[in-house]
């Protein structure tokens, strides 16, 4: 296969370099991408250029593959999930300048995920057995913070390995999410703060439900749901020192879960 790359505005695509086997990388703000090839992580430049290999496996550590990457907010460092022999999995901070490698969490089988609140305070977003985790991360350190809290339960989860929890965050503060049931049909819908449906569009085939969790600050769209028949899965209100999950028709609150920010 090829990576490429196209403008939103439009245009022809660009080639940017071959790839082989499934597409698990990450863009950084600097313009990096860096991707799954060999067994290790590859870097190369959304401008073009050659492509550098910026970290493999470790034979001596009974390593197999380095995969799952994600950029921290200074564009060059990223988590990775690393995958063992003896299954001792496990989410380390690669620094490629240096070549050094930090153990963020062990016995994780989980590709890692960093969002940040609209305080600017960052988490770490993981797969504990079938659940979302989220726990206060130290971006300079690499050093994870406090406990961690369970957001969503019976996430959906993506790649192969299936891993990666099925979810994205938005800049605005908002995170979308697919439950890991299985459904044949249904709609994926839009909410206004009100309620009311904004859009809506069928989705057909093995799918599941998205709902969200939304910011106080954040803006735009609140919740989705595949399901007919059924209603919108809550949103979650977050805030400063708690995360709220509320109603997604009458914003009632149901619920407070610890000292998440996210």
Same mark, same amino acid.
């Given at each position: 296969?090829?990576?490429?790359?196209?403008?939103?505005?439009?245009?022809?695509?660009?080639?940017?370099?071959?790839?082989?086997?499934?597409?698990?990388?990450?863009?950084?703000?600097?313009?990096?991408?860096?991707?799954?090839?060999?067994?290790?992580?590859?870097?190369?430049?959304?401008?073009?250029?050659?492509?550098?290999?910026?970290?493999?496996?470790?034979?001596?550590?009974?390593?197999?593959?380095?995969?799952?990457?994600?950029?921290?907010?200074?564009?060059?460092?990223?988590?990775?999930?690393?995958?063992?022999?003896?299954?001792?999995?496990?989410? &380390?901070?690669?620094?490629?300048?240096?070549?050094?490698?930090?153990?963020?969490?062990?016995?994780? &089988?989980?590709?890692?995920?960093?969002?940040? $609140?609209?305080?600017?305070?960052?988490?770490?977003?993981?797969?504990?057995?079938?659940?979302?985790?989220?726990?206060?991360?130290? &971006? $300079?350190?690499?050093?994870?913070?406090? &406990?961690?809290?369970?957001?969503?339960?019976?996430?959906?989860?993506?790649?192969?390995?299936?891993?990666?929890?099925?979810?994205?965050?938005? /800049?605005?503060?908002?995170?979308?999410?697919?439950?890991?049931?299985?459904?044949? /049909?249904?709609?994926?819908?839009?909410?206004?703060?009100?309620?009311?449906?904004?859009?809506?569009?069928?989705?057909?085939?093995?799918?599941?439900?998205?709902?969200?969790?939304?910011?106080?600050?954040?803006?735009?769209?609140?919740?989705?749901?595949?399901?007919?028949?059924?209603?919108?899965?809550?949103?979650?209100?977050?805030?400063?020192?708690?995360? $709220?999950?509320?109603?997604?028709? $009458?914003?009632?609150?149901?619920?407070?879960?610890?000292?998440?920010?996210?």
């Amino acid at each position: 296969g090829q990576l490429k790359l196209i403008d939103l505005a439009g245009g022809s695509p660009r080639v940017l370099t071959t790839l082989v086997g499934p597409w698990q990388g990450s863009w950084s703000q600097l313009g990096a991408i860096a991707f799954p090839l060999g067994g290790g992580l590859t870097r190369i430049s959304a401008a073009g250029g050659e492509a550098v290999r910026v970290v493999a496996p470790d034979e001596k550590r009974a390593e197999i593959v380095i995969n799952h990457p994600y950029f921290l907010s200074d564009g060059k460092r990223f988590l990775v999930n690393v995958r063992r022999a003896d299954g001792n999995n496990s989410i &380390e901070l690669v620094s490629p300048e240096t070549m050094e490698r930090k153990l963020v969490l062990d016995q994780a &089988e989980s590709a890692p995920i960093v969002t940040r $609140t609209p305080s600017g305070l960052p988490y770490l977003l993981y797969l504990r057995g079938a659940s979302l985790a989220a726990q206060e991360f130290n &971006e $300079t350190s690499g050093a994870l913070r406090g &406990e961690p809290v369970t957001l969503v339960e019976g996430i959906g989860v993506v790649a192969n390995p299936a891993i990666r929890p099925a979810l994205g965050v938005s /800049s605005t503060g908002i995170l979308a999410y697919q439950k890991g049931e299985r459904v044949i /049909s249904g709609t994926l819908k839009w909410h206004d703060r009100q309620g009311k449906v904004i859009a809506e569009q069928p989705q057909q085939g093995a799918g599941g439900r998205v709902d969200c969790l939304r910011t106080r600050t954040g803006r735009g769209n609140q919740t989705g749901d595949t399901r007919q028949g059924e209603p919108p899965a809550s949103p979650a209100d977050a805030d400063r020192g708690q995360l $709220t999950v509320v109603d997604p028709s $009458t914003h009632d609150t149901q619920r407070q879960i610890g000292r998440a920010h996210v």
